[in-house]
């Protein structure tokens, strides 16, 4: 549990400004809530595959753009947390839960970051724009 807590850290301090922004932070913040044994948090496990396959798909543009650090970060925080989380079920209230806090995170980046969404794009934020839910 070190190694991961010793890398949200990292994340943490050198991505303060727009954190919040990026989902695979929520999801690695999320994590750390549900093995720490919050009650209240459900499993993350399958928007961890989600963001898993998705990164997966992105490794070549992000090397096309030059953002291959930044993807393999993205992947690596998904990994660990899947690797540990591979006997647990995800049982129908854990997915119920689960969009409720990417519903969250879609009020919170649109309502209270707007003004950062244009500087820090992040696929979500690429598709909410796209489907008019932000102008």
Not at 6 to 12: A, D, E, M, R, V
């Amino acid at each position: 549990m070190q190694p991961m807590l010793s890398l949200y850290i990292f994340l943490l301090s050198n991505c303060m400004e727009d954190f919040d922004l990026v989902f695979s932070y929520w999801l690695f913040a999320w994590y750390l809530l549900y093995v720490a044994g919050t009650p209240w948090v459900p499993n993350p496990k399958l928007f961890l595959i989600l963001g898993l396959v998705y990164n997966i798909l992105m490794i070549p543009l992000g090397l096309v753009k030059k953002l291959s650090t930044f993807v393999i970060i993205q992947t690596f925080i998904k990994i660990l947390p899947i690797l540990t989380l591979w006997n647990v079920p995800i049982k129908c209230e854990d997915v119920t839960k689960s969009f409720l806090i990417l519903f969250v995170y879609t009020v919170h980046v649109t309502v209270f970051r707007r003004e950062s969404i244009f500087r820090h794009r992040t696929p979500l934020t690429n598709l909410l724009i796209k489907k008019r839910l932000i102008e």
